[in-house]
């Protein structure tokens, strides 16, 4: 009997096929990582009724030993839930059974000390492969290793990648042109490799290459496994036969049912004795995912109550003997992990360096980074320089005459409205790099608060204050604002802290949202609401008493009023007044002018204050927002 499922024919079988036990029993060596009756689970809701939990991995069993150890299946059949829950990377929350490593509970730092090459590679382009992998190496080992050691580790990892030749290029972003696809890859094992970890996790490694590359990365693997005595575990789609061949142990699964786990060169043999027959030129992987989406397409059909082909599928390997091996052995070990009077100690969370350390490493990475792609920098320079220039010509020498005070508010105006949203690019700080931070923050390279306080740091500087000083000096004399040191600092110092405040609003819903345009959205949304309580567009005293408590978390407001009150002080204006018909000339002062709209005279340093708590309040937020990033997935 023949049935035809994705262009390849599956045979039913009734041949007999012998078991290799010796490679069973090799295979489920105590010596690396064991999993018994992992379960996963995660809610489900429509609208605001909960449903059932929908089940991702049913009970599943087995263990990984020294080798290249592979993890295969269907779309959607739990095979990234499986290798995340393994490598330690997913949340508890609806997590049931036991993962062993060498016999021993699985400690809290396993992320830290394994490696995990993510499915998308996540590396800084602007860097050469060499500089990151001494990256990789100054922050996951500790500042006790001599640095010689330390290069001479890189040296050893470039040379056993194979990436000699490129080892002084930089990697590549979307600006700049760099290695290719099977470089990357490999400079992104090599990151991991630093460390010299037991256990190494990848996600799907050859999605994204084409045969020839993908089929040298897993060379690769399978000679790192053979040097080092390395667990090496992948999750793999649909693998080429010359992949394939180079597993040593096969972990088959479909939705959430372990459906195979063994030896690799004994999967075919346990089709062919539970009735499924691959032809002779038929690649194994592609055979048994036939199989697997036979039984699975036949389970939609079956009416409930009807047997589950699945399932079958499932029960038919743990009933075989190949089965009922594995779940022998799996349940010595997690018996032998029951009966030790004393576990040993779970290692809490700890990083390989010290804060200082790493902060100085994260600031030299940034600022290398910048200097590498001055794009963005060098265009908030132009765009502050074309800005000074227009405001300077719009407004420029401006007299004391009748329009001057409005003329002046105007020009503040102006110039507090681009220097808040202009900081609007701020949002792409943390949301460009969150793949990146998320991978390397649970790989434990460093604490939450170095990133931080490191992009922080090298975002102000370039990008806020060099701009903002060269603005100011042509935007404040072409204006022909009162020429005073101590004004000319206090307007620099104002602007200075408006463009922190504003930018700070910008870090904190990129922290929140991982979409761009959303937060731009949000922000621009937040910054128009407070521009109507500036005291510009309406005077402070005309606003209806049931809101005019808004002009105080007005950005805005504590910004205009500050340089109002530092350019009106000391200035004399004219205003022509009627007086019974006759039109007359009157000379007010300009703190008499800036009651009249409702702004305080005396209330310099409170503007700064106001404005100065907008970037700590918002600061804090945003560090919180980021701490609270989900970074297990």
């Known amino acids: 009997m023949a049935t035809n499922n994705s262009d390849a024919t599956v045979h039913v079988s009734t041949a007999t096929v012998s078991i290799d036990q010796s490679a069973i029993d ?4 105590p010596k690396g990582l064991s999993f018994h009756d992992v379960t996963y689970e995660v809610p489900q809701r429509k609208f605001f009724k909960r449903l059932p939990n929908k089940i991702i991995l049913k009970s599943v069993s087995g263990l990984m030993s020294p080798g290249l150890n592979a993890i295969m299946g269907p779309t959607g059949s ?13 949340g508890k929350k609806g997590i049931s059974g036991h993962v062993l490593i060498n016999g021993e509970a699985q400690p809290e730092n396993f992320k830290c000390i394994s490696g995990y090459v993510v499915q998308d590679d996540v590396i800084m382009g602007t860097l050469t492969v060499k500089e990151n992998l001494f990256f990789s190496a100054a922050l996951r080992l500790p500042t006790s290793i001599p640095w010689s050691e330390k290069k001479e580790r890189v040296e050893k990892v470039i040379k056993q990648l194979g990436l000699t030749n490129c080892a002084n290029t930089k990697v590549g972003n979307n600006f700049i042109r760099g290695i290719s696809g099977g470089e990357r890859k490999r400079t992104n094992i090599g990151m991991e490799l630093i460390i010299e970890p037991q256990f190494l996790f990848l996600d799907e490694p050859t999605t994204g290459l084409d045969a020839y ?5 897993v060379k690769l693997l399978k000679n790192i496994c053979t040097d080092n005595d390395r667990v090496v575990i992948m999750s793999i789609h649909q693998p080429r036969y010359s992949i394939f061949k180079l597993f040593d142990s096969l972990t088959l699964l479909s939705q959430g049912d372990l459906v195979y786990y063994g030896p690799n060169h004994q999967a075919l043999g346990h089709f062919t004795r539970i009735g499924f027959e691959c032809e002779a030129h038929n690649n194994p992987a592609d055979f048994m995912l036939d199989v697997i989406n036979l039984c699975e ?9 009807g047997n589950d082909d699945s399932n079958n599928l499932r029960a038919r390997y743990t009933s075989s003997h190949l089965g009922e091996s594995a779940a022998k052995k799996t349940q010595e070990l997690l018996q032998q992990y029951r009966n030790k009077e004393n576990h040993k100690t779970v290692t809490s969370y700890k990083y390989a360096t010290n804060v200082l350390w790493q902060l100085m490493v994260m600031i030299a990475r940034s600022t290398l980074n910048i200097v590498r792609n001055p794009r963005l920098s060098m265009l908030q320079l132009i765009v502050m320089i074309v800005f000074g220039l227009v405001i300077g010509l719009l407004f420029f020498q401006l007299d004391t005459g009748p329009n001057g005070f409005q003329d002046r508010l105007g020009a503040i105006f102006f110039m507090v409205m681009n220097q808040i949203f202009i900081n609007i690019n701020a949002v792409e700080l ?14 434990g390279f460093y604490r939450v608060s170095v990133y931080f306080l490191s992009k922080y740091t090298c975002d102000i500087i370039p990008l806020r204050v060099i701009p903002l000083i060269v603005y100011s000096l042509i935007a404040y004399f072409m204006i022909g604002f009162q020429v005073d040191v101590a004004k000319f600092f206090i307007f620099f110092f104002t602007l200075f802290l408006t463009s922190l405040g504003a930018s700070s609003i910008a870090f904190f819903f990129s922290g929140l949202v991982n979409v761009t345009s959303i937060a731009i959205l949000l922000i621009a949304m937040s910054f ?3 521009m109507l309580f500036s ?12 809101i005019s408590w808004c002009q105080y978390l007005s950005i805005f407001r504590y910004a205009i009023e500050a340089l109002s009150v530092n350019e009106a002080d000391g200035l004399v204006f004219t205003e022509m007044v009627d007086n019974n018909g006759t039109i007359i000339e009157v000379s007010r002062e300009g703190s008499a002018l800036l009651e009249v709209r409702g702004f305080n005279p005396d209330w310099l340093y409170y503007d700064w204050i106001g404005i100065a708590m907008y970037s700590v309040i918002f600061t804090t937020l945003a560090y919180i927002a980021l701490r609270l990033i989900k970074k297990e997935k």
């Open 213 to 217: 590359t993908a089929v040298s990365v």
């Open 78 to 90: 739990g095979k990234t839930s499986l290798l995340d829950i393994l490598a330690g990377r997913k």
């Open 528 to 530: 128009i609401i407070q």
């Open 535 to 546: 005291g510009f567009l309406i005077a402070l005293d005309s606003l209806p008493s049931w």
């Open 430 to 443: 943390f949301i460009s790099q969150k793949p990146l931070f998320i991978h390397e923050n649970a790989g």
């Open 26 to 29: 090799q295979l489920s060596s």
């Open 297 to 305: 397409e036949k389970q939609a059909d079956i009416e409930e109550g």
